[in-house]
T-cell receptor, first 113, second 111 residues
Framework: DAGVIQSPRHEVTEMGQEVTLRCKPI?????LFWYRQTMMRGLELLIY????????DSGMPEDRFSAKMPNASFSTLKIQPSEPRDSAVYFC???????????FGQGTRLTVV | RKEVEQDPGPFNVPEGATVAFNCTYS??????FFWYRQDCRKEPKLLMS???SGNEDGRFTAQLNRASQYISLLIRDSKLSDSATYLC????????????FGQGTELSVKP
C-alpha cells in the first residue's frame, strides 16, 4: 500500500482565494483525521470521520473551513476564502480502528500571501 | 487548559545520556495512549503505544499513571538519530475515537 496520499505537497495562494486540500486514506481504514500544524499551536485536530461520517468538527476554526468525505477513499479540506493566518502544514491521517495506529500523509504546506 | 500538555523543551543531551519526557492529559475518559516521533519537516510516526502496566521497546520505556493522568517516555543510551520531536497522544473513546496530540518535546542529541 502506498500509505496516506495528500495533494498538493505545497500550495502558495493569494489571500481571498479558495484552497482545496486532498487526501486518499489507506484502503480499509475506517477513521480519517485532518490536522493543522504550526509552530505556535502544534498539531491541532480540525475534524475527523468514521466510515465517511463526520464525527467531530469542533476543531474547525471558522466557517471558512469545510471538509467532506464523499467515499471511503477520498476526502477534501477546503478553505474559502483563505487568509494569511491559515498558513500551516495540513496533515491527513487514517486509522484502521479506534485503538489503531494513525498513519499520516506527508502533509500539504500551505502559504497564503 | 490544553487537553494534552508537554514540556516543549528543547532538551539538549550528549550521546549516551538518559532522558525522560513527561505528559499530562486532562480528559479522564482518555483510553488509549501513544508516543509519536516527528522528524524535522516530516509527518509524525508511531513510536510506541503505552500500556497500563508500562512497556519497553529496546532503549525506550513508556509508563502510564491513570490516577495522576500522566504519561512518560524514557530514552536510555540516547543516539544522535534520536534527535526529533516526541509527541504525546491520547485517544478518547467516548468522543468517537478522537485522537489528540500534545505540542511535542524537542530532543537534540549531541556528539
Amino acid at each position: 500500500d502506498a500509505g496516506v496520499i495528500q495533494s498538493p505537497r505545497h500550495e502558495v495562494t493569494e489571500m481571498g482565494q479558495e484552497v482545496t486540500l486532498r487526501c486518499k486514506p489507506i484502503s480499509g481504514h475506517d477513521y480519517l483525521f485532518w490536522y493543522r500544524q504550526t509552530m505556535m499551536r502544534g498539531l491541532e485536530l480540525l475534524i475527523y470521520f468514521n466510515n465517511n461520517v463526520p464525527i467531530d468538527d469542533s476543531g474547525m476554526p471558522e466557517d471558512r473551513f469545510s471538509a467532506k468525505m464523499p467515499n471511503a477513499s477520498f476526502s477534501t479540506l477546503k478553505i474559502q476564502p483563505s487568509e494569511p493566518r491559515d498558513s500551516a502544514v495540513y496533515f491527513c491521517a487514517s486509522s484502521p480502528s479506534r485503538v489503531g495506529e494513525a498513519f499520516f500523509g506527508q502533509g500539504t504546506r500551505l502559504t497564503v500571501v | 487548559r490544553k487537553e494534552v500538555e508537554q514540556d516543549p523543551g528543547p532538551f539538549n543531551v550528549p550521546e549516551g545520556a538518559t532522558v525522560a519526557f513527561n505528559c499530562t492529559y486532562s480528559n479522564s475518559a482518555s483510553q488509549s495512549f501513544f508516543w509519536y516521533r516527528q522528524d524535522c519537516r516530516k509527518e509524525p510516526k508511531l513510536l510506541m503505544s503505552v500500556y497500563s502496566s508500562g512497556n519497553e521497546d529496546g532503549r525506550f520505556t513508556a509508563q502510564l499513571n491513570r490516577a495522576s493522568q500522566y504519561i512518560s517516555l524514557l530514552i536510555r543510551d540516547s543516539k544522535l538519530s534520536d534527535s526529533a520531536t516526541y509527541l504525546c497522544v491520547v485517544m478518547i473513546y467516548n468522543q468517537g475515537g478522537k485522537l489528540i496530540f500534545g505540542q511535542g518535546t524537542e530532543l537534540s542529541v549531541k556528539p
